[in-house]
């Protein structure tokens, strides 16, 4: 069993920065994934930011909406991931969940409880 923890989350104004962290514990043998999603009120969650893992190569991707603003990087060692978030837009409010891919014989995700990011104008 796995449990993600995040943390970084708040109220930010227009323009400023959050760093939102998320540290995985439990039975990980191996982490293939890991990535950020967003939920708003009355929206669809949708993936943020994602790094996803083969061996030794490894790649990033992002949705289009954040592209250039935000930045994904992890540390596999320590179970973590990052989330870098600049610029920050009104529209960028929403619940923040991270989720890693684990497994070796069988995979499964997982989920944290989320993070509230809530930018003011």
């Known amino acids: 069993q796995v449990q993600l923890v995040e943390s970084g989350g708040g109220l930010v104004q227009a323009g400023g920065s959050l760093r939102l962290s998320c540290v995985a514990s439990?039975?990980?043998?191996?982490?293939?994934?890991m990535g950020w999603y967003r939920q708003a009120p009355g929206k669809q969650r949708e993936l943020v930011a994602g790094?996803?893992?083969?061996?030794?190569?490894?790649?990033?991707n992002y949705a289009d909406s954040v592209k250039g603003r935000f930045t994904i990087s992890g540390d596999n060692a320590r179970h973590t991931v990052y989330l870098q978030m600049n610029s920050l837009k009104p529209e960028d409010t929403a619940v923040y969940y991270c989720?890693?891919?684990?497994?070796?014989?069988?995979?499964?995700?997982?989920w944290g409880q989320g993070t509230q990011v809530t930018v003011s104008s």
């Open positions: 989720s890693m891919r684990v497994g070796f014989l069988e995979i499964n995700d997982y």
């Open positions: 790094i996803t893992s083969g061996g030794s190569t490894s790649s990033t």
């Open positions: 439990g039975n990980i043998f191996s982490i293939l994934a």
